[in-house]
């Protein structure tokens, strides 16, 4: 039997793919600023500071008026982390985004600071630093985690506190903002990855647990308990809905197995994922209410460069309107098995040589970083298809379509009744997958193995669902179930961390 996850809303139909653009119009740029614009110790640490503004990237895409996203960019404030940068990485195709979470638990008021165990002095430096690079043709997104206590060696710089001029030295990569704010981290990303950086954005996390809230809060599964004693995490095993508290303990718990920050920055990412999910399935993105409410909330503590405004983030957003879970990938960058010990340091993340090496330059050329993105490579899938009771009929007139499309699914995994029958309607276009609501998850499986197919929700269907083979169909995709992270990089598309 297919497995049954609750589903009260049935996913609505996507809508037809708007033509890539792959030249935007734009104000002319300034020269030498690459890529596509459009758009030490135990602290609290977490990275929704990242998964706001890259929800901020999302939630453009509604194409709402101009005027209510001018209104917003006005009360971002502004910094300039490229100024007087020379000898920058040469600039790749399409654009990067490195996003940096700063403390800012000053800004909460001191009975949720406490609830929500935020006590402590705001420490000056990052705690989350990301790479989120948009393909040219605005229908992928890649994140790439960098941990905070990376190995690092930066440039020759001036100590924005002291003054003092500073030759190239070793420190964790967070300790870089601590010393020369976002211009000395961009510069130690730059240095350490060769990718150009296109733009700034930082934020704190005090319009968090406001941002989830008022997208109705962000559906997590878990297959575990998760209970960290540091920031009062409770969760049993199964699915919940997280508001903006719970939410906040959720992506700072680092004490929930012996994995700290690695384990952290995966939960980090399938929030994100949750996150992306909710923004864009809900229909939050087409009301301008919403939209306005949403994107507040978002921008109440975002810092970001000069060249991020309106018509970039309306221009990106525009091209992005299809954008799905299943158009994100995240991971973390590969680390060699034994970390490095540097007097004054103590103990810092070493990255693989190799193989961080060739996920920098999969961002640089604009490629998946993902091994299953190979057009001839089986689709990851969130059900096995041995799990998922299929019958086909046909809905043509063309002889033995449905034996065709029964065997072909069958081949592929699918637990197919191997009877094939007509449909009462032979006129059908377009291949269509009937299945219960309850059911949805396998009815996406079930899609994604027919290119071009029409889910069709139809309520008390039960467990078994229906394929109507239509006029367009053509073949059936190769699909596989299998646990995320089993490629070279540990890299997850944002479907495959939703709720099974």
């Known amino acids: 039997m297919p497995p049954q996850p609750p589903s009260p809303h049935p996913r609505p139909r996507p809508r037809p793919r708007p033509r890539p653009r792959t030249e935007p119009q734009r104000r002319p740029r300034p020269p030498g600023r690459g890529g596509p614009r459009p758009a030490g110790r135990r602290r ?16 453009a895409s509604a194409g709402i008026g101009h005027a209510v996203v001018t209104s917003l960019d006005s009360g971002i404030d502004r910094v300039d982390p490229f100024r007087d940068m020379k000898n920058r990485p040469e600039a790749g195709h399409g654009m990067n985004i490195l996003l940096v979470g700063t403390d800012g638990r000053e800004k909460i008021g001191t009975e949720e600071r406490r609830k929500y165990r935020l006590g402590g002095a705001p420490c000056n430096c990052t705690d989350t630093v990301m790479i989120v690079h948009i393909s040219e043709d605005r229908e992928r997104a890649s994140v790439v985690s960098l941990p905070r206590d990376s190995y690092a060696m930066t440039p020759p710089h001036t100590d924005r506190v002291s003054g003092e001029e500073h030759e190239g030295h070793p420190v964790k990569l967070n300790a870089a903002y601590a010393e020369g704010g976002p211009q000395l981290t961009v510069r130690t990303v730059e240095k350490m990855t060769r990718v150009k950086i296109d733009h700034y954005l930082e934020l704190d996390f005090t319009s968090f647990m406001k941002t989830v ?18 920031t009062g995490l409770d969760l049993p095993a199964g699915r ?16 929930v197995d012996g994995a700290s920050d690695l384990g952290r920055m995966k939960r980090q990412q399938r929030f994100m994922a949750a996150l992306v999910d909710r923004a864009t399935s809900s229909g939050m993105l087409l009301n301008p209410m919403k939209f306005r409410d949403v994107t507040r909330a978002v921008l109440g503590s975002v ?30 960058v590969p680390l060699a098995r034994t970390g490095i010990t540097v007097k004054g340091l103590g103990s810092a993340l070493k990255w693989h040589p190799e193989k961080s090496q060739r996920i920098f330059e999969a961002l640089r050329e604009d490629k998946p970083l993902s091994t299953h993105s190979s057009p001839d490579a089986a689709l990851r899938v969130p059900v096995d298809p041995r799990q998922i009771r299929v019958q086909v009929e046909n809905g043509t007139g063309i002889q ?6 029964d065997a072909a699914l069958a ?63 053509e073949k059936v995709r190769k699909v596989r179930a299998e646990d995320p992270g089993k490629d070279e990089f540990g890299v997850v598309r944002g479907d495959e961390v939703e709720c099974s």
């Not at 309850?438 to 197919?453: H, I, M, Q």
């Open 213 to 230: 809230d008022v997208v109705g809060g962000v559906e997590l599964c878990t297959t575990e308990p998760l209970k960290d004693s540091h």
């Open 400 to 405: 033995g379509l449905g034996r065709r499309v």
């Open 303 to 332: 810092r970001a460069d000069k060249g991020f405004g309106t018509d970039e983030l309306l221009d990106l957003g525009r091209a992005m309107r299809n954008f799905s879970p299943s158009s994100s990938e995240f991971t973390t």
């Open 44 to 59: 609290p640490r977490w990275g929704m500071r990242a998964v706001t503004t890259l929800s901020v990237v999302v939630l």
């Open 411 to 473: 081949a592929t995994g699918f637990n197919t009744t191997r009877a094939p029958a007509n449909a009462a309607d032979h006129s059908v276009r377009r291949t269509v997958v009937a299945h219960d609501p309850r059911w949805d998850r396998s009815a996406k499986s079930l899609a994604a193995a027919l290119p071009g197919s029409e889910l069709r929700a139809v309520k008390g269907q039960g467990a078994t669902l229906k394929v109507i083979a239509g006029s367009d169909f």
């Open 240 to 255: 919940h809905t997280l508001r903006g508290g719970e939410a906040l303990r959720y992506v700072r718990a680092r004490h």
